[in-house]
C-alpha cells in the first residue's frame, strides 16, 4: 500500500507539471482557438535564460526576473508571428507555431548547446518554523513526499489561485475573458482586442516558465526536455476539456497518476512500463469518446 | 476580356507529368557523358524516391484533411503499418514485392478505417490529439510485441528488394543502378495515386467530401451520409499512407520503430498545408519542400559569406521560411501558383500561349519560393539582429505590409476562427 501512495503522489507532482503546462496551452486556446505547439520549447528557453542568471544570481532574484522575461517573450512572439496571421485558418496558425517550435529549439540548443545541464530545486525558506521547498523529504501517513514533489504542488496550487482571482476579480481579467467570449462585441464594447490577445500570449508564456522551473531539476536541462512534457500537457488539455483551466489542471493530475499507475501495477509481459505512454493515450481515448470535448469542455452549439 | 479560371484538371495533370519528368530526369542523367554537371550522385537518387513517396502520404492526408477536414497528426501510423506489412510480408513470407505494396496499402486502409470510427466523435484538436496519440504509440507497440515485428532492431529488407529487370535494358538500351529503378517504381506508383487521387476528389465521393467539410449539417440534409463519408475518407487516406509505407521499405531497404517517430506524422501536415489544402499540385510541391529544404538548407546557408553561425541555425531558418511562408502564402505553394498564373494569363491574350506562360510563370514562381523565403528569413534576421535602432521603424512598416497583403483576403476578425475550422479554402464556418 505504501508502494500504491508513493506512486499516487509522485503522479501527482508530475501532474501538476503537465497541469501547468497545459493552463498554458489553454490561456492560448480560450482566445485564439490554437494549440500551440511551441509551448514547451518557450518553456524550455525560459528555463535555460534562468540557467544563465543562475550563474550570477541568487534563485529568488532569478524567479521573478524570469517571469518578466518569459512575459516579454509571449508577447513579442504574439506581435510578431502571431497578429500577422490572425484571421487564417486555424490549421496555418498551428504551422506557424511548429515554425516557432523549430526556432526556439535550434536557439537554444545554439546558445547553450546539448549538453543535459543540472538545475536546482528552489532553496529552502523558513515561514514561522515551517520549511517550505529545499531538498528531502517528509513523512505524511505511510508515505515519503519528496519537498520538491510538494514544491511543485505548492507552485501549481498558487497559480491556479492566483488565476482564478485575476481572471474573476480584475478590470482586465474580465476583459480577457469577454474578449475570448466574444472578440466582435468585445471591440464595441470599447475593449482592446488585440493588446488582450498580447496580455494573454504573455500570461501563458508566465505559466509556461514556472512549468519549466520546476521540471527541470528532475528531466535535465537540455533543448528536447519539453518535447515530451508538451504532449502530456496537450493530451491533458484535452482530456479537461481545450476552454477549461479547471480542466487543464484536473486532466494533467488524472494522466500524471494514471502514467505512474500504469507504469507499475500492469503485467510486465504484456504491458508494463514500456507501454505506460500507450495506455495512457487509450485513457484519453476512452474520456474523448464518452466526453468528445473533454471532462469540463463546454459542448460546442450548431447553428446552421 | 473574361480572366481564365483556375487551371483544369487536364492542366494540372500536364504540370504533374512536367514537374515528375524534370525530378525524372535528373537522376537519369548518368546517360549524360561525364563532365556534363548534370551527373548527379546517388543521394539525389535517394532524394526523389523519398519526394515520390512523400508525395503518396501527402496526396492521401490531403483528401482526408484538405478535402473531408478532419485533421491528423498521426499518417506517421498508417505509413508504418503499411510499411511493417510490407516488410514481413517480403522478408518472412517471401511474397513478391508488389503485391507487399498493395497489401501494406489494403490493411493501413482496414486500420484507417477502424480508426475512423472513433474519430466520427471528435472534431478539430480533439481529434489532432487523438490521432497524435495514435502516433505516439506506434513505435512503443512496435518494440513491445517483437515477435511479429522483430522489435527494436527492426527488418532488413535490402536483400529482397527488387532488381532492375532484364526488360528495362533491352527495351530502352539503358542499365539502370538498383536504386534508379526503385526510384522508378516508386515515382510511377506516385503518378498513378494522384491520377486516382484527381479522380477520387472530382468525383461523387470527392464533392460529398467537400460538403462534409463545409458544413456537416447541410451535407446530411442534402441526403449525404456523413459517417460512411467521414471513415470512407480515413479509409482512402490511410490506404494511400499504406502504399506510401510499402514504397519507403524499397527505397530506404529497412524498417525499424523508430523510423516512424511522431515528428513524421506532424511534418506531414506540415506538408499540405505548406503545399496546398485541398490541392493535389498542393501534395506533390509540399512534398518537394519538405523533404529538399531541412536537407539543403544548411548546406545552402553556408555558402553565405561571412555568416558562420548560419549553418548551426539552419533549423531555425526553416522555423522562419515556414512561418514567413504561412504569412504571405497562406493558401500554400499551390495557392501561390494558381494566383500567379491568373495574374499573367490575365495580361496575356487569351490564348494557348497565355497559358503556357502562366505555367512557366507558375512553376519558376513555386520552385524560387523556398529558397526566397529562407532568404527572406536570413535578411530579416539579420537585419534585426544587426540594426537594432531601425527595429522599431522596421516593425511598424512591416506590420502595414503584411496588413496590406494579407486584405484581400477578407476581415481580419478572429470571429471567423472557430475551432472547427481546419480547412483552408474559404468556406463559411458553420459551427460557432
Known amino acids: 500500500m505504501a508502494e500504491f501512495w508513493q506512486q499516487v503522489v509522485g503522479g501527482l507532482a508530475t501532474g501538476s507539471v503537465y497541469g501547468l503546462l497545459a493552463l498554458a496551452l489553454v490561456l492560448i486556446y480560450r482566445s485564439t482557438s490554437v494549440l500551440n505547439f511551441a509551448q514547451g520549447e518557450m518553456a524550455m528557453f525560459t528555463t535555460f535564460i534562468a540557467w544563465s542568471i543562475l550563474q550570477w544570481g541568487e534563485y529568488w532574484i532569478m524567479f521573478p526576473l524570469v517571469l518578466v522575461i518569459a512575459a516579454g517573450i509571449g508577447a513579442l512572439v504574439e506581435r510578431v508571428v502571431i497578429r500577422p496571421v490572425e484571421g487564417a485558418p486555424v490549421l496555418n496558425i498551428i504551422i506557424v507555431t511548429l515554425g516557432l517550435f523549430a526556432i526556439f529549439n535550434n536557439l537554444a540548443s545554439w546558445r547553450w548547446g546539448g549538453i543535459p ?47 482564478y482571482l485575476f481572471f474573476q476579480y480584475t478590470p482586465l481579467g474580465l476583459a480577457m475573458r469577454a474578449t475570448a467570449q466574444n472578440p466582435v462585441a468585445s471591440r464595441l464594447m470599447g475593449i482592446r482586442v488585440g493588446r488582450m490577445l498580447t496580455v494573454g500570449w504573455a500570461l501563458s508564456a508566465v505559466v509556461g516558465a514556472v512549468a519549466g522551473l520546476l521540471i527541470a531539476p528532475l528531466v535535465l536541462l537540455q533543448p528536447p526536455m519539453m518535447m515530451g512534457v508538451l504532449l502530456y500537457a496537450m493530451a491533458a488539455a484535452v482530456v479537461g476539456g481545450l476552454d477549461s483551466p479547471v480542466g487543464a489542471v484536473v486532466g494533467g493530475l488524472i494522466i500524471g497518476v494514471s502514467e505512474a499507475l500504469v507504469g507499475t501495477y500492469t503485467p510486465k509481459d504484456l504491458l508494463g512500463p514500456d507501454m505506460k505512454l500507450t495506455v495512457t493515450l487509450v485513457i484519453i481515448l476512452v474520456v474523448l469518446l464518452v466526453r468528445p470535448t473533454g471532462i469540463f469542455g463546454r459542448r460546442t452549439l450548431r447553428r446552421v | 476580356m473574361r480572366r481564365l479560371s483556375p487551371p483544369r484538371t487536364s492542366q494540372i495533370i500536364i504540370f504533374a507529368v512536367l514537374a515528375f519528368f524534370l525530378i525524372w530526369w535528373v537522376p537519369f542523367s548518368h546517360v549524360l557523358p561525364d563532365g556534363v554537371p548534370l551527373r548527379l550522385p546517388p543521394y539525389r537518387t535517394y532524394q526523389a524516391s523519398m519526394i515520390a513517396m512523400w508525395v503518396i502520404v501527402a496526396l492521401g492526408l490531403n483528401i482526408l484533411t484538405g478535402y473531408n477536414g478532419q485533421i491528423s497528426l498521426g499518417h506517421g501510423a498508417f ?16 511474397w513478391p514485392f508488389w503485391v507487399t505494396i498493395i497489401a501494406g496499402g489494403v490493411i493501413a486502409g482496414a486500420l484507417g478505417f477502424l480508426v475512423g470510427i472513433p474519430a466520427l466523435r ?8 487523438a490521432t497524435l496519440g495514435l502516433a505516439l504509440a506506434t513505435p512503443q507497440i512496435l518494440k513491445k510485441y517483437d515477435g511479429l515485428t522483430h522489435g527494436t532492431q527492426g527488418i532488413n529488407v535490402r536483400p529482397e528488394v527488387p532488381p532492375t529487370p532484364e526488360f528495362i535494358k533491352d527495351w530502352f538500351g539503358i542499365s539502370l543502378t538498383n536504386d534508379q529503378w526503385i526510384y522508378l517504381l516508386v515515382l510511377f506508383i506516385a503518378f498513378l495515386m494522384a491520377i486516382l487521387a484527381l479522380n477520387i476528389v472530382r468525383s461523387r465521393i470527392g ?44 527505397v530506404v531497404g529497412y524498417v525499424s520503430p523508430e523510423s516512424f517517430g511522431f515528428l513524421m506524422s506532424i511534418n506531414f501536415l506540415t506538408t499540405i498545408v505548406v503545399g496546398g489544402l485541398a490541392s493535389t499540385l498542393g501534395s506533390v510541391l509540399g512534398a518537394a519542400g519538405l523533404v529538399l529544404v531541412p536537407s539543403e538548407l544548411p548546406g545552402l546557408l553556408g555558402h553565405i559569406p561571412g555568416f558562420n553561425v548560419s549553418q548551426d541555425l539552419s533549423w531555425a531558418f526553416y522555423g522562419g521560411a515556414l512561418i514567413l511562408t504561412m504569412i504571405f502564402a497562406p493558401y500554400g505553394l499551390a495557392g501561390l501558383f494558381h494566383r500567379s498564373v491568373r495574374r499573367v494569363s490575365s495580361w496575356a491574350p487569351r490564348s494557348r500561349a497565355g497559358i503556357l506562360v502562366g505555367l512557366v510563370v507558375g512553376v519558376a514562381v513555386a520552385a524560387g519560393v523556398g529558397f526566397a523565403l529562407g532568404l527572406a528569413a536570413f535578411l530579416i534576421t539579420t537585419a534585426w539582429v544587426w540594426a537594432p535602432p531601425l527595429v522599431g521603424v522596421g516593425a511598424r512598416s512591416y506590420s502595414r505590409w503584411v496588413g496590406a497583403l494579407r486584405s484581400p483576403l477578407g476581415s481580419p476578425g478572429r470571429a471567423e476562427a472557430g475551432p472547427e475550422a481546419p480547412s483552408s479554402q474559404d468556406h463559411p464556418d458553420a459551427e460557432r
Open chain 1, 117 to 163: 545541464k543540472g538545475f536546482p530545486t528552489p532553496p529552502e525558506i523558513h515561514v514561522t518554523g515551517i520549511k517550505f521547498f529545499g531538498g528531502g523529504a517528509l513523512d505524511v501517513g505511510p508515505t515519503a513526499v519528496s519537498y520538491h514533489d510538494l514544491t511543485i504542488m505548492i507552485f501549481a496550487v498558487g497559480i491556479m489561485i492566483a488565476l
Open chain 2, 79 to 94: 505509413v508504418a503499418v503499411g510499411g511493417y506489412t510490407a516488410a514481413i510480408l517480403m522478408v518472412d513470407y517471401g
Open chain 2, 122 to 129: 471528435l472534431t478539430g484538436p480533439y481529434l489532432a490529439m
Open chain 2, 207 to 250: 464533392r460529398a467530401f467537400v460538403a462534409i467539410r463545409d458544413s456537416e449539417i447541410a451535407a446530411q440534409a442534402m441526403g449525404i451520409s456523413v459517417p460512411r463519408y467521414k471513415t470512407m475518407a480515413f479509409a482512402i487516406s490511410a490506404f494511400y499512407a499504406g502504399v506510401a509505407g510499402g514504397a519507403y521499405v524499397q
